[in-house]
């Protein structure tokens, strides 16, 4: 991730020959650096002052990297510990499995103090996280906020994070916070696996493409500022292009290595059009190097080495609805909706990007015989 991915730069003012600077972090945080204003400074001061600027912008972002990768693997332990939450605990004492899952959470408090822990959790509005911050607050009292946790002190205090966590679980609206996370996906999931099973009883030839659209890591930067317009302009050209285009379906998520990046899946009439694998390519070429002017970089999902390592995969060209169809929509509509709490850390005006444009083309019905007879 490049300085410029996690900070922006702005001059704040000037006064008394000098230029205050603020950097703006993502997470709302602030910082501000004094430049002078000297006419007569040499040019090697002037290097040296670039210089340390861009050191300065290099270790604020890798502080920020770091933020958001911590944030990710607990969030990944939260969604752990509540998939488990009926059997972390045994007679009010920690399972075996809540022992394992106290050892995750010491290895990421380890090397903080409760208060760093509890400021970077307490601006992110996430229901997994805000769980966590919760179960930080009960713990308040039995550490010092300003004391480093060693390795020897995390276990314990994990320890008594997962209890307070599981506790916290007897709490209805915290309970119904995590558990609408969950229903939301079940219902998108629901919802793209049944028009997924209608397009393919209306269209007897039904191709379906994935694609995996995104930036190259030296422009992951810029993906935030332009991927929703890149994609409109993607939209245009395959409507255009493409008589046989029937619908699509969209999710944004963003990588720590990567930044923005879509999944994208694309219907097409396999009746008007062959080879799925050299479409999926032709629209993967066209992002790569028109819509975002050589920036991007794709994935063809369609491809034989990707589609041959799953039993019952869910792109190609289906010409019958059967047990194997069905399952290979289930699992490609159970991906494509799958949740990702980067986004809403990242992009939060853009947290809830899925677009789910699935409108059924009108099926042709052939006339009845008796109909035919009296047209003619």
């Not at 400074?41 to 600027?53: A, H, M, T």
């Not at 050191?55 to 972002?61: A, F, M, P, Q, Y």
């Not at 969030?75 to 004492?93: D, F, G, I, P, Q």
């Not at 039993?311 to 494509?336: K, M, P, W």
Request: one cysteine or more.
């Amino acid at each position: 991730m490049s300085s410029s991915d996690s900070i922006e730069r702005i001059v704040f003012g000037k006064k008394d020959g000098f230029v205050i600077n603020t950097l703006h972090l993502r997470d709302g945080l602030e910082m501000e650096s004094v430049s002078a204003l000297q006419p007569s400074l040499s040019s090697d001061i002037v290097v040296n002052d670039v210089q340390c600027n861009r050191r300065l912008d290099d270790h604020l972002s890798s502080i920020a990297e770091i933020n958001i990768r911590w944030i990710a693997e607990l969030h990944e332990a939260a969604l752990k510990c509540m998939t488990n939450k009926r059997r972390l605990m045994v007679s009010k004492r920690l399972s075996p499995l809540g022992e394992r899952t106290a050892l995750t959470f010491a290895g990421l408090l380890a090397g903080l103090t409760w208060r760093g822990a509890y400021d970077r959790l307490a601006k992110v509005r996430q229901p997994y996280m805000q769980w966590v911050t919760r179960a930080l607050e009960r713990l308040r009292p039995h550490v010092d906020p300003d004391v480093l946790i060693d390795e020897q002190q995390a276990t314990p205090i994990a320890r008594r994070l997962v209890v307070e966590m599981v506790c916290l679980l007897e709490n209805k609206l915290i309970l119904a916070r995590l558990d609408n996370v969950r229903r939301e996906h079940q219902r998108k999931r629901s919802v793209l696996l049944k028009r997924l099973v209608a397009f393919k009883r209306v269209i007897p030839k039904l191709m379906v493409l994935r694609l995996d659209l995104g930036y190259g890591k030296e422009h992951a930067s810029a993906s935030m500022d332009r991927i929703i317009d890149d994609w409109a302009a993607l939209k245009a050209f395959i409507t255009t292009n493409f008589p046989s285009y029937l619908s699509h379906v969209v999710k944004l998520e963003y990588g720590l290595q990567k930044g923005a990046h879509m999944h994208v899946l694309l219907l097409f009439n396999g009746a008007m059009v062959r080879q799925d694998v050299t479409i999926a390519k032709l629209i993967g070429e066209h992002w790569s190097k028109v819509t975002t002017g050589g920036m991007g970089v794709y994935f063809n999902c369609n491809a034989a080495p990707y589609k041959n390592r799953f039993s019952h995969c869910g792109v190609g060209v289906f010409n019958r609805l059967d047990e194997a169809t069905v399952a290979g929509f289930q699992a490609v509509a159970d991906y494509i909706t799958k949740p990702d709490p980067l986004v809403t850390l990242m992009m939060p005006s853009e947290k809830r990007f899925y677009r789910a444009h699935l409108v059924l083309p009108e099926r042709r019905r052939r006339p009845c015989s008796r109909t035919a007879a009296v047209a003619a």
